[in-house]
């Protein structure tokens, strides 16, 4: 590696110096979640599952404790996969532009109108965003919804929506799993082992099982790390 | 309006009315150099002596994975039109969504005028157009199908990706192009008086090749029949597939 840069000229040099011995993949690469989310609706609630490893390029943990499901609101939670800077601007902003409309409207924000301001968003730079995400959440309105906003900023409301780059290994659990009119309990089984299997197939996605459960009167969450991590065979 | 301290990143002023800056699309701000990243397939229409029949599979694709397999991509905009897109679905939504609040402004005004489908057609392909020379498309070719009262006919248009809109009796999106339109342009050329069943016949047929030859499609359609009076979206249809060949029953001893 180079110890003077005289000109940016010198500067694109090093780097390329560094692509060459794979460094520049590891140093110079966005910080990003390799992730799994999952969101699940059932009667009465809704329950948001996620990974908690951030990766930067394909090799470095950046972090193993990460909080990928954020909260929106009491009862409106978001969970975030693509690139972690994008994520978190974004939510900042959602956060913020939600608020104002409980504060101007006087009531709580119902779940719909997060998910269609967090597309706007998504939609209106969708050049300079990589960021996906999954809403969950319960209002008195419509009781409990879940929208995904795929990269692109497209939502649609859904009763079961995965996200990350570890949704693509378990989608199959999911179709064959998923059931309409499982029980809270069911749910949150259903999304332990979801996150547990994605996790296990992708090395983007590690580190401990984080769960939101939300209903009408409070939002719970909580960890699932170590041995309480649902196990499957792991030849 | 609400002015309050926004991060670096907003570009253009925002409000929560629909009259808002950021909803016209001359002024939209966003660059489209990413490309299309939740597709839709194709779309299929054919006109018929009273009407026109336009169908549209109910998958979105997110690259190769069939990601959200029950959503709709035939949108009716008000009695005389509706339109479907094959590509992006984000940009066509938001076509849709600036659609839909003209004909609320419409309904508000309440003087029996809205736009009919050749209104819609020459305001998407100008929009088109428009997009593609700035450099930041929007990724559709839209069918626009619809009932013209002022000439008491049925109106079929297409638009495509860079702004090209035309009128023709038999129109298609996507790969439909290559593999629906050779096959509806013949049953048109063969009776253009067809009556609804046969169009709808038609279409369905067409769907069903579709589904065996695009990778990117599903069995499970959505059908838009228009006639003079009204707009009706057949939903959840699933097409039935032969697979006889795969059995070996065509194959002779």
């Known amino acids: ?235 | 309006m609400y002015k309050h301290d926004m991060p670096a990143m907003d570009i253009a002023p925002r409000s929560y009315n629909s009259n808002s800056y950021t909803m016209n699309p001359v002024f939209a701000t966003n660059k489209h150099s990413t490309g299309p990243i939740t597709t839709g397939g194709s779309v299929v229409a054919i006109r018929y002596e009273d009407g026109v029949v336009l169908g549209a599979d109910k998958l979105i694709s997110y690259g190769h994975l069939r990601r959200f397999r029950d959503q709709t991509r035939i949108f009716k905009i008000n009695e005389t039109t509706v339109l479907a897109a094959n590509g992006e679905q984000a940009d066509l939504r938001y076509l849709v969504d600036l659609l839909n609040a003209e004909q609320k402004q419409a309904e508000l005004r309440g003087d029996g005028f809205e736009k009919g489908p050749r209104a819609i057609h020459s305001w998407l392909g100008r929009v088109l157009y428009h997009r593609r020379t700035k450099g930041e498309p929007l990724f559709n070719d839209i069918v626009v199908a619809g009932w013209d009262r002022k000439e008491s006919r049925p109106y079929l248009g297409h638009v495509s990706m860079l702004g090209v809109a035309y009128e023709a009796p038999v129109v298609c999106s996507g790969i439909a192009t290559y593999i629906g339109l050779p096959y509806l342009r013949e049953a048109y050329q063969v009776m253009p008086t067809m009556n609804r069943d046969q169009a709808v016949d038609s279409i369905k047929n067409c769907l069903t090749q579709l589904c065996m030859r695009e990778c990117r499609s599903s069995n499970l359609v959505q059908l838009a029949v228009v006639n003079n009076k009204t707009v009706d979206i057949k939903d959840n249809i699933v097409l039935e597939l032969n697979w006889d060949l795969a059995k070996n029953k065509l194959i002779k001893n």
């Not at chain 1, 969708?126 to 999954?134: F, V």
């Not at chain 1, 929208?147 to 939502?155: D, F, R, S, V």
């Not at chain 1, 979801?194 to 590690?206: Q, Y």
């Open chain 1, 1 to 235: 590696m180079p110890t003077e840069f005289t000109s940016l000229d010198d500067l694109s040099i090093g780097l390329n110096e560094l692509s060459e011995s794979g460094e520049k993949d590891l140093f110079y690469s966005p910080v990003s979640d390799g992730t799994t989310i999952i969101a699940v609706q059932y009667d009465q609630g809704v329950i948001l599952g996620a990974d908690s490893q951030t990766s930067r390029g394909r090799q470095l943990v950046s972090t193993k404790t990460r909080f990928k499901l954020a909260r929106l609101h009491e009862r409106i939670f978001c969970g975030t996969s693509g690139r972690c800077a994008d994520s978190k601007a974004v939510l900042e902003v959602i956060k913020n532009r939600l608020h104002l409309k409980g504060i101007i409207e006087d009531s709580a924000p119902r779940v719909r109108v997060a998910a269609h301001i967090a597309s706007k968003l998504c939609y209106e730079h969708r050049n300079n965003l990589e960021t996906s995400l999954i809403i969950g959440g319960w209002d008195p309105v419509e009781g409990p919804q879940v929208y995904a906003i795929p990269i692109g900023g497209m939502m649609t409301q859904l009763p079961v929506a995965a996200g990350g780059s570890g949704s693509t290994y378990i989608y199959g659990y999911i179709d064959s799993m998923y059931k309409p009119g499982m029980s809270r309990e069911e749910c949150i089984r259903f999304v332990s082992n979801c996150v547990s299997l994605a996790m296990s197939r992708d090395s983007g996605s590690g580190g401990v099982i984080r769960l939101v459960a939300i209903d009408k009167d409070e939002a719970n969450r909580m960890v699932l790390a170590g041995d309480e991590i649902p196990k499957f065979y792991q030849g």
